[in-house]
């Protein structure tokens, strides 16, 4: 069974880092692309990083670029992201997400419906 499942969220002041990670079971990364995307109250679901296992590649979101890197643990079998600078705007849960295959990006973005499998979300609150 595919199964995603993410960790590291909880609530931070403005400046402050977290890092998210989502755990894989059921399959490897291998060959996968993953990305990270966030929802804030109110708001629809927004490509933050995307991730292509296959040859490393890696993209960012104009809001994050510089400020988050997303990684990959090949023994893990987990992917991280790791958020510095943090910002009240940041505030969303985040969802990690995985497909077969490269990021498909559209001006440095991923798209939620390219995305298969989804993990249920964590919490990321940047409030003083």
């Known amino acids: 069974q595919v199964q995603l499942v993410e960790s590291g969220g909880g609530l931070v002041q403005p400046g402050g880092s977290l890092r998210l990670s989502c755990a894989a079971s059921?399959?490897?990364?291998?060959?996968?692309?993953i990305g990270w995307f966030r929802q804030a109250p109110g708001k629809g679901r927004e490509g933050v990083s995307c991730l292509s296992s296959t040859d490393g590649t890696t993209y960012y979101a104009d809001s994050v670029k510089g400020r988050f890197t997303i990684s990959r643990d090949k023994a893990k079998n987990t992917v991280y992201l790791q958020m510095n600078s943090l910002k009240p705007e940041d505030t969303a849960v985040y969802y990690c997400a995985a497909e077969r295959g490269l990021c498909k990006v559209v001006r440095g973005t991923a798209r939620e419906a390219d995305f298969g499998s989804w993990g249920q979300g964590t919490q990321v609150t940047v409030s003083s």
């Open positions: 059921g399959f490897t990364l291998d060959y996968y692309a």
